[in-house]
């Protein structure tokens, strides 16, 4: 099959997935009315607008840093505390349970607690995105640690390899697809923990925004905000989606039986 | 209990003692965290009064509608995707980026068209807990080995005792998963949204009581809704194993 | 045959080579798929199978082996030919008298033994008495009464496919397919698997038709041996073993047992490494 298709095959199911968002969207407008939700293109003008004010560039910013520096934790700390878990059964054992648990809790209830203890602000925002981020990360990899096949490293033993070549070679490649989906799965969750944590007690950044057009009923900027999130989870997850599906093609199909 | 449950309860105990221990000498100021054994009598006392029965009402009827259009209309929603496969091709790229979108981010949007009350919330966590029963349904229908549904026409079912004696036991352990976390998504949606903004409501109250500078009511509604939201999660949990347990699943 | 046991099949002994199941001119073709060019899987292949007899099919890997077993049995349609079973054509639909056990666990996870065993008994509507009777006797025929109130998940493979087994014998089937239900097993299993195989054969004179790739296997166990070709498969012979009827796994101490067995691996020889080329150039 040629190139170009691919690429055409590629393209056309978001560029469809865009257009029939754009539609329903237009549907609801005209079912519940402007006072409920915008129109479209009035919406989008209004972002576009709002983009290039300087008033709104400093939240813009806000919002970032928290989520990148929140994204860093969890990334960089999920993969190593994943790895420990992983590699020594026992502590995994132990801690387990308590990720998952965490996992399924509503953690907004912690947030006035790291609103004590980091005060209001920045600090506290990083903590509690990077809390929503960690645990899929840690879960992830320490699975991926778990599950590398002993064969593998029987293979890597019979062929001498040493301690560093097969972490390198054989560790890394075997384990890097799962981490990976754990890491996607984390970007997710860490944004929409900075994103609650905006919208509580917030002085600045895209949340805040968000709760004080709630008072003046300002519909059009609370659209462009949640659209602009969205745009943006949107296009950042089918990156990693790609990135996750090719790390993942050597990986067996899921699907049992004969074909 | 195992081993690692073993060491599990001690690090928790222990983890709680200390906690105790430096909120009672001081080293932790009573205005950062209150002293667990403190969090407890609160919460006793909190118990007892009248309001907070109403507050806990209110979030549990909100979840519990959510839970129930999530689990229902996403069993739905879910068999018929994977049943016709041009809105499965339709849908699968917006549930594919499903949750990388940061939800409550419409809950402010959501408050506008309903107005403050338990319509957004029940909507944000509906929202919120519905797709993963979407998600797990169809992973489970996907996952029925061809070989039971050649058994099956071996012995002549018909299309419903196809899909009642074979498809859907053999999807049962993804259905339940999903379940699960239905539940879990809806209690975090309905007290997320609470928390953020809204006039009643157990969320609502602990945000209140931050905002109030009363910690120790605060810590006994935190400590309050992380164990019962815990204690209800491990018993769909275990209800799921005991389901599961005899399939060696 | 055990006293008071149930009959489990009802084939006339009348004419000793009456014909059960006919496949004429029988091609299966797989339309061409997204970048897959059209699959020619099988035939064209004709042949009838005798009244009571053990049929086997070797063949090399790919040659259409089990796509012979499903147009047989109705789960899948002919490109082309005709199929009949007991006079009557077969297009699609599974017949009444017609039992097939899988290569794979088909047993159902979430029954007891018992259960699985009386799945097909319930939804034909067996009364429960007969149905308990019929049940009870498979189960013990297949040597599962200790297990009779156990899950799939606590059971081996091989007594898995016991189960699969007594599934399928509950039905009184006069046409057994087995599509591989030993390829999963280890050989010692596969052996004693053989002569239950052999001895439910003899007791309930179904006719037997049985896919496989072991060569000594089919030997030991069979009437007839049907030799297919690579891809497209087609029958290469016919090999008539003329061992007893009342044999077992021992005939294998037989001088002239080895002589079967080369012959067919003599014609297979050739085609085993033509598949092997046909698999690689599929990557």
Redesign the interface.
């Known amino acids: 099959m040629s190139g170009g298709m691919l690429t055409l095959r590629a393209w056309r199911d978001p560029i469809l997935v865009a257009i029939s968002l754009v539609a329903l969207w237009q549907v609801l407008h005209e079912i519940a009315g402007d006072s409920a939700v915008t129109a479209p293109a009035p919406t989008l003008a209004h972002l576009w607008e709002m983009i290039g004010q300087a008033r709104f560039l400093p939240h813009l910013r806000e919002t970032s840093l928290a989520f990148l520096q929140a994204l860093a934790i969890a990334c960089g700390g999920g993969v190593l505390i994943g790895v420990v878990l992983g590699g020594h059964k026992l502590t995994g054992e132990v801690a387990e349970p308590i990720l998952v648990a965490l996992y399924s809790v509503p953690k907004i209830t912690l947030y006035p607690v790291i609103l004590l203890l980091f005060g209001l602000g920045m600090p506290a925002k990083v903590a509690f995105g990077a809390l929503h981020g960690i645990i899929p990360v840690v879960l992830f990899t320490m699975n991926a640690v778990r599950n590398v096949n002993r064969t593998y490293l029987r293979a890597g033993r019979a062929m001498r390899l040493t301690p560093a070549q097969t972490g390198w070679y054989v560790l890394v490649p075997a384990t890097l697809p799962e981490i990976f989906s754990g890491l996607r799965i984390g970007f997710s969750l860490t944004l929409l923990g900075t994103m609650l944590g905006e919208l509580f007690a917030s002085q600045r950044g895209l949340g805040f925004l968000l709760m004080t057009a709630i008072d003046l009923h300002d519909v059009k900027t609370i659209l462009s905000i949640a659209v602009l999130i969205s745009i943006f989870a949107i296009a950042a997850n089918a990156a990693l989606l790609a990135i996750d599906k090719h790390l993942h093609r050597g990986a067996a199909p899921e699907v049992s039986g004969k074909p | 209990m195992?081993?690692?449950g073993w060491?599990?309860t001690l690090?928790?105990v222990g983890a709680v003692g200390a906690l105790e221990l430096a909120c009672r000498t001081g080293a932790i100021a009573p205005?950062?965290?209150t002293a667990p054994s403190k969090m407890v009598t609160t919460l006793i006392k909190t118990l007892q009064s009248d309001e907070i029965g109403m507050h806990l009402r209110h979030t549990l009827s909100a979840v519990a509608i959510a839970m129930s259009i999530a689990i229902v209309g996403g069993f739905v929603i879910g068999f018929v995707l994977n049943w016709v496969p041009f809105l499965r091709r339709?849908f699968s790229?917006?549930l594919?980026?499903y949750?990388?979108?940061?939800?409550?981010?419409?809950?402010?949007?959501l408050?506008?068209?309903f107005g403050l009350g338990p319509v957004p919330l029940i909507v944000l966590a509906t929202l919120f807990a519905m797709v993963a029963m979407i998600l797990a349904t169809m992973a489970g229908l996907?996952?029925v080995?061809?070989?039971?549904l050649?058994?099956a026409?071996?012995?002549?079912?018909s299309l419903i005792?196809e899909i009642w004696?074979?498809r859907l036991?053999?999807a049962?352990p993804h259905i339940l998963s999903g379940l699960k976390l239905a539940v879990?998504y809806s209690?975090?949606g309905v007290?997320?949204g609470e928390?953020?903004?809204s006039t009643s409501g157990i969320?609502h109250e602990?945000?209140f009581?931050?905002?109030n500078f009363d910690?120790p009511r605060?810590?006994a509604?935190?400590l309050f809704?992380?164990g019962i939201?815990?204690l209800f999660?491990?018993a769909v949990f275990a209800w799921e194993r005991r389901m599961l347990r005899?399939?060696?699943? | 045959m055990i006293a008071g046991a149930p009959r489990l099949a009802a084939v006339g002994d009348e004419a000793a080579y009456k014909i059960h199941a006919r496949l004429e001119g029988v091609t299966r073709v797989y339309p061409p798929r997204a970048g897959h060019a059209e699959v020619h899987a099988l035939g064209p292949i004709s042949f009838d199978l005798r009244a009571g007899e053990f049929f086997s099919v070797v063949g090399p890997s790919g040659c259409g082996k089990s796509t012979l077993l499903d147009v047989l049995a109705g789960l899948a349609v002919p490109s082309a030919g005709t199929v009949e079973f007991e006079g009557k054509p077969v297009h699609g639909e599974v017949p009444d008298g017609v039992g097939v056990v899988f290569q794979e666990d088909a047993s159902f996870p979430w029954l007891t033994v018992e259960d699985n065993v009386a799945f097909g008994l319930r939804r034909a509507g067996v009364d429960a008495a007969e149905s308990k009777r019929r049940v009870d006797f498979a189960v013990a025929f297949m040597g599962l009464r200790d297990f009779s109130r156990a899950y799939p998940s606590q059971l081996s493979g091989g007594m898995r496919q016991r189960v699969c087994i007594a599934r399928t014998l509950v039905m009184q089937p006069r046409l057994i397919l087995l599509d591989e239900p030993f390829g999963a097993l280890d050989q010692q299993t596969r052996l004693l698997m053989g002569d239950e195989l052999l001895r439910l054969w003899r007791e309930t004179s179904a006719t037997v038709l049985l896919i496989t790739h072991a060569l000594d296997e089919a030997n030991l166990l069979s009437d007839r041996i049907g030799v297919m070709s690579a891809r497209p498969g087609r029958f290469l012979d016919i090999v008539e073993t003329g061992w007893p009827r009342d044999r077992d796994s021992r005939l294998a101490e037989r001088a002239d047992f080895g002589a079967v067995t080369s012959r067919l691996w003599s014609y297979l020889r050739g085609e085993s490494l033509r598949a092997l080329g046909q698999g690689t150039a599929a990557r």
């Open positions: 195992s081993k690692a060491i599990r690090l928790l205005t950062m965290v339709a790229p917006f594919a980026a949750y990388a979108i940061p939800h409550f981010a419409f809950y402010p949007l408050i506008v068209i996907d996952r080995p061809r070989v039971l050649k058994t026409r071996i012995h002549r079912l005792e004696r074979v036991p053999a049962a879990a209690f975090i007290i997320a928390f953020i903004l969320g602990i945000a009581a931050y905002d910690n605060m810590y509604l935190i809704v992380l939201v815990t999660n491990m005899r399939r060696g699943a």
